[in-house]
């Protein structure tokens, strides 16, 4: 039997819930659950293939996997345990697993799955109200997606970082994150993402009292958009302009417009 455990752990892991069903790998489950060895394994390829008792399943599989000869495999069911009690709302539980296979990840030095938790683990303790918990752990994955070249990572946690420094009116630090938004945005040609970096240091200037800065910059960005045909962004920052327009006056902002845009000509 134990010669079988190798070649038994290898068809559990192929098991894939978009081609495999319960009923048909049910036989391989059953072999599985005689072989003490595969206690975990056939809980883990079950749940894949069961929904309703992956939280059971995985929750017993950790029983299983011995700390530290299975340290991978802990990793893995803390960071599903963990996805499975967000989506059922219970924050609090979430929280601990993905701590935990944040613990993991760094004790296995596992750079791709720290940089993932990292984010996963941030955004969710600042959604908590806890953003001095959440802001370290989400600039260390942005230095992973920065490191990977992960241009659609790096947009979501610059918004998101963008926004906690402007909750703490660090409206230099803010700008610099609206600038990497639109960075990182125009190499994917998600021109909404442009339009959302390009308002975040319009309103960071604004802020700091650089009304005409703020225009030129939302004018320089309407031009590029026009280029690239994208109305939905365009529109964006065409109601931005008209809220920049009514928080300065009409007449303020008419005389700040003319010399942005004589400005912005000239870029």
């Known amino acids: 039997m134990h010669d079988a455990i190798p070649d038994l752990r290898e068809a559990l892991s192929r098991l894939d819930p978009t081609v495999d069903d319960l009923s048909s ?3 391989l489950l059953d072999a599985a659950r005689a072989v003490p060895a595969l206690a975990a394994d056939w809980r883990i390829a ?3 293939l ?3 008792e992956a939280l059971r399943l995985l929750r017993d599989a950790l029983t299983h996997l011995p700390d530290p000869d299975r340290l991978s495999e ?3 069911v803390h960071e599903r345990l963990g996805l499975l009690r967000l989506a059922g709302g219970d924050r609090d539980r979430g929280r601990h697993h993905l701590e935990a ?3 993991i990840a760094r004790r296995l030095s596992d750079r791709p799955s720290m940089g993932r938790l990292s984010g996963r683990l941030g955004a969710l303790l600042v959604g908590l109200g806890l953003p001095d918990d959440g802001e370290p752990l989400l600039m260390d994955a942005l230095a992973d997606a920065t490191w990977r070249g992960d241009t659609l990572r790096e947009v979501g946690l610059c918004t998101v970082l963008a926004a906690l420094r402007m909750r703490q009116e660090d409206w230099d630090a803010a700008r610099g994150f609206g600038a990497r938004t639109v960075q990182a945005a125009v190499s994917r040609g998600n021109w909404l993402g442009v339009a959302d970096g390009l308002i975040v240091q319009s309103v960071c200037l604004m802020r700091q009292d650089k009304p005409e800065q703020a225009l030129q910059v939302v004018l320089y960005g309407t031009r590029r958009l026009t280029q690239a045909g994208s109305r939905p962004a365009l529109n964006l920052l065409k109601a931005h302009i008209t809220a920049l327009r009514s928080e300065m006056g009409s007449e303020a902002f008419d005389d700040l417009f003319a010399a942005a845009r004589s400005q912005t ?3």
């Open 25 to 27: 790998a049910q036989p």
């Open 46 to 48: 079950a749940a894949r």
């Open 50 to 52: 069961n929904a309703g």
């Open 74 to 76: 802990r990793q893995m």
């Open 101 to 103: 296979a944040l613990t």
């Open 265 to 267: 000509n000239t870029m």
